[in-house]
T-cell receptor
Framework: AQSVTQLGSHVSVSEGALVLLRCNYS??????LFWYVQYPNQGLQLLLK??????LVKGINGFEAEFKKSETSFHLTKPSAHMSDAAEYFC?????????????FGSGTRLSIRP | DVKVTQSSRYLVKRTGEKVFLECVQD?????MFWYRQDPGLGLRLIYF???????EKGDIPEGYSVSREKKERFSLILESASTNQTSMYLC?????????????FGEGSRLTVL
């Protein structure tokens, strides 16, 4: 069985500060990992994904995430926060040979940016 | 530009009413999904469909049904709405047999049941 845990339901950082959103996964097979972002009153859109190629994955809007198998983590980072980054972020996991329905989402982390 | 369109952004219904939520995608995707989003619970899968007239239950199918008569359209039906179905409903689509493929989401339908 697969699962994903996002630590911290709400994170607040100052504009220009480092953004770190935490995601830990559990999987008995090599995982595929995703970060999605949801801006207010919108659906989710893909930020980035890990699919067993490079462990450091770069996404849109300056975000990146590093797959660490030893720590079962896939934390999302951005060096310098911008006001437009305020949104809810979801980590998700699936696996090879899994049915399309088996995409497991975390509970989400709301990111607030202080001026 | 790829698009998943949910017909109603906001709905207010009364307990016991039948509710239809419509979703249309223009990407020729085989797989379509209905999720429910609640604060602190993330996204939970209600139903998904991998082809026309084909459907599978997700994690929380009770109280819901679905219909997929055409490839581009996937409807979620609440046969008799209840207050605990007040939520945000998200439709998504994905290309078949691509485990690394991303989900494309609609903007959501916020349903309030009084």
């Amino acid at each position: 069985a697969q699962s994903v845990t996002q630590l911290g339901s709400h994170v607040s950082v100052s504009e220009g500060a480092l953004v770190l959103l935490r995601c830990n996964y559990s999987s008995s097979v090599p995982p595929y990992l995703f970060w999605y972002v949801q801006y207010p009153n919108q659906g989710l859109q893909l930020l980035l994904k890990y699919t067993s190629a490079a462990t450091l994955v770069k996404g849109i809007n300056g975000f990146e995430a590093e797959f660490k198998k030893s720590e079962t983590s896939f934390h999302l980072t951005k060096p310098s926060a911008h006001m437009s980054d305020a949104a809810e972020y979801f980590c998700a996991v699936s696996g090879p040979y899994s049915s399309a329905s088996k995409i497991i989402f975390g509970s989400g982390t709301r990111l607030s940016i202080r001026p | 530009d790829v698009k998943v369109t949910q017909s109603s952004r906001y709905l207010v219904k009364r307990t016991g009413e039948k509710v239809f939520l419509e979703c249309v995608q223009d990407m020729d995707h085989e797989n379509m999904f209905w999720y429910r989003q609640d604060p602190g619970l993330g996204l939970r899968l209600i139903y998904f469909s991998y082809d026309v007239k084909m459907k599978e239950k997700g994690d929380i199918p009770e109280g819901y049904s679905v219909s997929r008569e055409k490839k581009e359209r996937f409807s979620l039906i609440l046969e008799s709405a209840s207050t605990n179905q007040t939520s945000m409903y998200l439709c998504a689509s994905r290309i078949r047999d691509k485990e690394t493929g991303e989900l494309f989401f609609g903007e959501g339908s916020r349903l309030t049941v009084l």
